[in-house]
């Protein structure tokens, strides 16, 4: 098999990393709209803004709660994928602890961001990339394949007030390494099953 017999695997892909304040659930917001529109992705807005803004809240809860009092700046990170059918939301935190579900009673204020994921993702699990921490991610189906001629738009950078975007430090490079990690990971597993569907 020479180089021209490669298949390229149509992927759209973009992160963030944010400091982990409770602003950084407004601004993943406007990383997943800014990004669905630019993808030409707009029916996807809603629903993806809507995990996005669950997984995120989580991650800010989880991120302050595992050390209150650090020194350094706690940081999320989000990431969209558009691949092959699907497309996923994901959202890192340092935090190793996998979140529950809850069925919080009627009255209660808080506790139904999974129940709201659950309700509206195809599916959505867990990924623990090997820099440390978590990645929550959720899958959406696209509705179509997508092709090499969806993937070409131009890049147009996301404008954020100052203090959310997450300046480089140990915390930001986690999050960029583990969002990396998750992106190389599902890649290679669409890369092989793709190649083991031509074989047969």
């Known amino acids: 098999m020479s180089a021209n017999d490669v298949t390229p695997i149509p992927l759209l892909a973009s992160s963030i990393r944010l400091n982990a304040i409770p602003q950084a659930v407004a601004a993943a917001r406007l990383f997943v709209q800014h990004n669905l ?33 650090a020194t350094d ?14 497309l996923f939301v994901e959202v890192w935190d340092r935090t190793s602890t ?10 209660a204020e808080g506790g139904r961001g999974l129940l709201l994921v659950d309700a509206v993702a195809k599916q959505w699990n867990i990924y623990h990339p090997s820099i440390g ?9 696209l509705g179509f394949a997508l092709e090499p001629s969806n993937c070409v738009y131009e890049h147009v950078p996301l404008l954020l007030p100052q203090g959310l975007r997450a300046r480089y430090s140990s915390s ?17 597993s669409a890369n092989t099953m793709m190649r083991m569907t031509d074989a047969t």
């Open 98 to 107: 996998t979140p529950v579900r809850k069925d919080p009673d009627q009255d």
């Open 172 to 188: 930001e490079h986690q999050a960029r390494r583990a969002l990396l990690d998750s992106l190389l990971n599902t890649t290679l």
């Open 133 to 141: 921490g978590k990645i929550v991610w959720a899958e959406l189906p």
């Open 73 to 86: 700046k706690l940081v999320i990170g989000g990431q969209l994928r558009a691949i092959e059918t699907s």
């Open 37 to 69: 529109t630019l993808w030409q992705l707009e029916e996807h807005v809603e629903t993806a803004t809507l995990i996005m803004s669950e997984l995120a809240t989580n991650a800010v809860r989880a991120s302050n709660e595992s050390d209150p009092q």
